[in-house]
């Protein structure tokens, strides 16, 4: 099948790669002339565990490309993946949706033949009867189909999601789109991955309600965390306890600073906006958004309660910069809220990230840089671990104990247990379990 994306972000090159690695034949554009440039050198972007290596030996094959010539490209295509940025618009926090319908203007002007034209990126519901409606005022003699199969890739381990996803989700009612579809998908589904057909709408309403509901799973899990503290209970063992029932899973639940990142902040107050307007509010999912919120911010207050409720001229290292591991997304990371909050009391920011330095530069003011944990704990009076990078799972916490000012380790993620790190002198704060 002959694949069009068009956008070549993380959804677009991680699914165009992942599709060229499955036989299909994928062109993936953009319309940044500088990008383009980069991956027909075999340059990738972005930092995602094993994707330089499938964009590499799959356009080495010849069936990935990548080109700026939306329309040349569109004409040959059975399938059009629109998967451009949805960000939220400033000001009402509702889905920026101009650039899906300019890919979708430009779609119609170029498609020949049947087409399908598929959303990958996160729409609101009815975006796909927008699409709709935009490519057939544009070209009333067009024959498509719109589509909406949204993306449940992982930062970090899209590559696995994309092979062994736990579902895939197609909104169509149009029977030849189904058939397409199915052609698209056969790869993975004879892996046992089952293919969901559902109305257009339904399937855009499922990104949300997915990506909401684990933002509130989080979210309950890390009050549950603060609860623990005043009882004198555990949060992991009340997670692992609560996870074993099938009904409830143990995934996320991981208490820790709060979640962050491109999808669920953004996620979470765009399906907030459409259950307004359509005058269904969802409370629970606005109360998650607030909570989650004044957590990110909670994080400084309890970072400078452990420094004895003062850090002005205190030199503070921060592990971890990235919104979680095996990324170098700063995105609505909650170090970006933490550093802020030690900064406005006075504290000297010292931090270290394996992958996020060249984003956090651009982020954050007067904060030193070093090129490991080591290096930043020289003469600091508090570690603070905010993303659980696996090069801080098994610090030398002797040798970090020589180099601090203040052995104090402030561990926001629960990597280490509060007995072994205080056996080594160490004042231990963690989140959600007895001091
Ligand atoms: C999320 C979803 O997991 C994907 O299924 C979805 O496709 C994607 O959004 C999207 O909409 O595109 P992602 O944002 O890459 O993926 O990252 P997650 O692994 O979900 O983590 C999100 C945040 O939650 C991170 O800040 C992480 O540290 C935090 N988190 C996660 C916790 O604090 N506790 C947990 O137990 C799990």
């Known amino acids: 099948m002959r694949l069009v994306m068009i956008g070549s972000g993380y959804v677009g090159l991680v699914s165009g790669a992942c599709f060229a690695d499955f036989g299909h034949d994928v062109v993936c554009v953009d319309v940044d002339d500088g990008k383009i440039a980069a991956l027909n050198a075999g340059k990738v972007p972005i930092f995602e565990p094993g994707l330089d290596a499938i964009v590499q030996s799959n356009a080495a094959a010849g069936r990935l490309r990548f080109t700026t010539d939306l329309a040349g490209v569109v004409r040959e295509a ?6 451009v940025g949805t960000p939220s618009r400033r000001g009402d926090g509702h889905a920026d949706l101009s650039y899906v319908y300019d890919a979708a203007r430009q779609i119609a002007r170029a498609a020949e033949g049947f087409t399908v034209i598929v959303t990958k990126s996160t729409v609101p519901v009815g975006t796909g009867d927008d699409v709709e409606m935009i490519i057939r005022e544009e070209n009333p003699s ?8 949204p993306e449940f890739l992982r930062e970090g381990a899209a590559i696995t999601d994309f092979k062994r996803p736990d579902r895939i989700v197609i909104g169509t009612e149009d029977p030849r789109a189904v058939g397409v579809m199915q052609e698209v998908y056969r790869p993975l589904y004879l892996n046992e991955s089952p293919l969901l057909f ?12 997915g990506n909401a509901f684990l933002a509130m799973k989080i979210t309950f899990i890390n009050e549950i965390a603060d609860l623990c503290e005043k009882v004198g209970a555990d949060v992991q063992k009340v997670a692992k306890g609560i996870g074993l029932d099938k009904r409830i899973g143990d995934k996320f639940l991981h208490a820790g600073p709060g979640y962050g990142g491109s999808c669920f902040p953004k996620d979470t107050i765009a399906l907030v906006k459409t259950a307004q307007d359509a005058e269904s509010p969802m409370r629970l999912v606005e109360t998650t958004v607030a909570i ?47 550093i802020q909050g030690l900064q406005d009391r006075g504290a000297l920011i010292r931090a270290f990230d394996p992958e996020g330095i ?18 930043i704990a020289r003469d600091a009076d508090a570690l603070v671990l905010v993303t659980e990078w696996d090069e801080f799972r098994a610090l030398d916490l002797k040798r970090i104990k020589r180099l601090m000012r203040t052995p104090l380790l402030a ?8 007995a072994d790190v205080e056996r080594q002198g160490f004042r231990y704060v963690g989140v959600g379990r007895p001091e």
């Open 78 to 83: 059975d399938v059009v993946f629109i998967a």
């Open 292 to 338: 989650n919120d004044n957590r990110k911010r909670a994080m400084a207050r309890r970072i400078i309660a452990a420094c004895d409720g003062e850090v002005r001229g205190k030199t503070i290292a921060i592990l971890g910069l990235t919104f979680k591991p095996n990324t170098d997304d700063m995105r609505e990371s909650p170090a970006l809220s933490i």
């Open 411 to 418: 561990d926001l993620r629960n990597v280490y247990r509060s």
């Open 142 to 149: 067009a024959d498509i189909a719109v589509v909406s199969n």
């Open 358 to 375: 060249d984003a956090a530069r651009s982020m954050l003011d007067a904060v030193e840089f070093g090129t490991d944990a080591y290096e």
């Open 198 to 209: 559902c109305e257009r709408r339904t399937s855009e309403l499922i990104k949300y309600a």
